[in-house]
């Protein structure tokens, strides 16, 4: 089993910068991919970046140039800095984790509040 818990969210304006830590804890070696999410209020849940085990990533058009996701090499711990925020990245973001043999596993969450 893997257990992720998420934190580093909080309110700023826009403009500003906050980064997101995934700690992850238990069977951390079967990770295979971790990836952020965010859901904001009466939205679907988007994907936001995702980093592999090999430490390639890949990001979402909107976040593209501003978000940068980043992995220990143990994979224990995964962050997600993100600069030049915008109202619109306002949600409650999330960390899942994939692999073999738990499949997949998510985090309770944190919320990012950007004020214009």
């Known amino acids: 089993q893997v257990q992720l818990v998420e934190s580093g969210g909080g309110l700023v304006q826009a403009g500003g910068s906050l980064r997101l830590s995934c700690v992850a804890s238990g069977n951390i070696f079967s990770i295979n991919a971790v990836t952020w999410y965010r859901q904001a209020p009466g939205k679907q849940r988007e994907w936001v970046a995702s980093?592999?085990?090999?430490?390639?990533?890949n990001y979402a058009d909107s976040v593209k140039g501003r978000f940068t996701i980043t992995r220990t090499i143990d994979n224990s711990l995964v962050l997600l800095q993100m600069n030049s925020l915008k109202p619109e990245d306002t949600a409650a973001y999330f960390c899942?984790?994939?692999?073999?043999?738990?499949?997949?596993?998510w985090g309770q969450g944190t919320q990012v509040t950007v004020s214009s």
């Open positions: 899942n984790a994939v692999g073999v043999p738990f499949g997949d596993a």
């Open positions: 980093i592999t085990g090999t430490g390639g990533s």
